[in-house]
């Protein structure tokens, strides 16, 4: 008997919204009892995802879905469905709600939250997509659900930790779920176009819907040590897990956020229809369907390449002129793509450091390092904790081959007098009471690791400063003894 097939919607949005792809999954074969359409609250201020994930879980057992399902997800729907795994509280190995999951298409999702979230929590914003049925919830944006969503959020950070960088939950083994994702490559048109940012399908950036991601931690403490207690470098990459599935991002020529799901692509749809078979007898392995899909990906792909030049996202002229000369490339000419960096920085005790400034630096012509242009792109500081950053970058030709030496320079404040984060380079600095940068080659993250740079990927990075009583070298002024 096939599989229920469960389709998932986005932050104010609703199941009627994924009609147009129900009746062209019906076009195909797929039989319209077995899809089954969920319809969540999101506009109400106390509602979180986690509450939405268990809410799902609900809803199996009310339509006695406990056993095998398939999934397609749209937007935030991906962030619901993973919080639905993760919620369970168990290793990958033991997990009953992974094993129960078989394949999971993302459409547009959400992974690493929205450049819009931050917007919705205003007024205005509740005035356009709020809740408009008079009663408590009038006019509740869904503040919680937003919160989740925001760029650099805690949330995500946490929920990716749980699976996408510890044991895998999604491997190449039998008893987890095959995933795909899709996104267009256009932003929106016509009035919506206001909502546009650089790098997005008009809601949620390229580089911000795949699942493959990995961590870098930075850890400018006296003695980095790994967690089985030996002396670990300074700056160390997770590598690309062997054992996890490839789960790139899948692009869809000609659709934007929302016309992915009204106007579904008959290719992206024959796509899905295949993907639901891999693994399956008569269907592909996933590795024969995924060249495929990047096969159908490479035109549109091509389009999300075009540097949008110096008018995009605040880069000025005079940063345009110096990223031709650092890097020897026009900034009009094609990218090797986008990417985004999440980063959180803490002192030694796990205490978030909301003052700090990383840049990346690259060095000119003449041997000195200067700052890179395309690290500043965008930068957005988490609202209800700026100790989490998200980056977006432009990345030039060549440079994820490790054609450039790269340095991260890290400064942060406590904003008093009386205590300083304190980090400790590769090269042995003398103490003081007036902190400097400090400088960690991120050239070389490891044998095999690669470059810190990897196009429409989200990449982590963990700083770590010491925080002591000033000043260094003597008493403090926080406690002495009378």
Not at 307 to 326: D, H, I, M, R, V
Not at 333 to 340: N, V
Request: proline content about 7%; some cysteine; overall charge negative.
């Amino acid at each position: 008997m096939p599989r229920p097939l469960v389709l998932i919607h986005g932050y104010s949005a609703g199941g009627l919204d994924f009609f147009p792809l129900r009746d062209q999954l019906a076009a195909h074969g797929i039989d319209s009892a077995r899809i089954n359409i969920c319809n969540y609250v999101s506009l109400n201020n106390e509602v979180t995802i986690k509450d939405i994930a268990e809410g799902l879980e609900r809803a199996f057992q009310a339509r006695n879905l406990l056993g095998e399902f398939d999934a397609i997800v749209h937007s935030t729907g991906m962030l619901v469905l993973r919080s639905w795994l993760a919620n369970s509280g168990a290793p990958p190995a033991n997990n009953p709600r992974l094993a129960r999951l078989k394949h999971l298409i993302g459409l547009a999702p959400a992974t690493w939250g929205s450049p819009q979230a931050h917007k919705g929590r205003t007024w205005l914003g509740a005035l356009v997509k709020g809740n408009k049925d008079v009663g408590p919830d009038f006019l509740n944006a869904g503040d919680q659900v937003l919160d989740g969503l925001e760029l650099g959020s805690e949330f995500t950070w946490d929920l990716a930790h749980r699976d996408l960088l510890g044991e895998p939950y999604y491997d190449k083994g039998p008893n987890t779920p095959y995933v795909a994702v899709f996104i267009g490559n256009t932003p929106y048109d016509g009035i919506a176009s206001v909502a546009n940012d650089p790098g997005t399908d008009g809601t949620v950036r390229w580089s911000g819907c795949g699942l493959n991601t990995r961590k870098v931690v930075i850890d400018l403490t006296r003695s980095p040590v790994g967690m089985d207690g030996k002396e670990v470098q300074r700056a160390t990459i997770s590598p690309w897990a062997s054992n996890r599935l490839d789960i790139p991002m899948i692009a869809v020529d000609g659709r934007n956020h929302g016309s992915l799901v009204s106007n579904p692509e008959p290719g992206m749809v024959q796509l899905l229809i295949d993907f639901l078979k891999v693994g399956e007898a008569g269907g592909e392995t996933a590795g024969q369907w995924l060249p495929r899909a990047k096969a159908y990906s490479d035109k549109a792909i091509g389009k999300m390449k075009v540097n949008p030049g110096a008018a995009a996202a605040g880069l000025e002229a005079e940063a345009k002129k110096l990223f031709s000369k650092l890097l020897g490339v026009s900034p009009d000419q094609e990218m090797e793509g986008w990417q985004q960096l999440v980063v959180h920085a803490r002192d030694e005790r796990g205490d978030g450091i909301a003052d700090f400034v990383i840049e990346i630096l690259t060095q000119g012509p003449d041997g000195t390092w200067q700052k890179f242009p395309g690290m500043y792109t965008d930068v957005h500081p988490y609202g209800a904790d700026p100790s989490y950053r998200c980056f977006h970058m432009r990345l030039p030709k060549g440079l994820s081959a490790g054609q450039f030496p790269l340095r991260a320079r890290i400064q942060a404040s406590t904003g008093t007098a009386i205590l300083a984060y304190q980090g400790y380079s590769s090269d042995v600095k003398a103490l003081s009471e007036t902190p400097e940068p400090v400088d960690v080659d991120v050239t070389d993250l490891g044998p095999g690791n690669g470059s810190l740079f990897y196009p429409f990927t989200t990449t982590l990075i963990e700083i770590v400063l010491n925080r002591e009583p000033l000043p260094f070298d003597g008493p403090c002024e926080i406690l002495k003894f009378l």
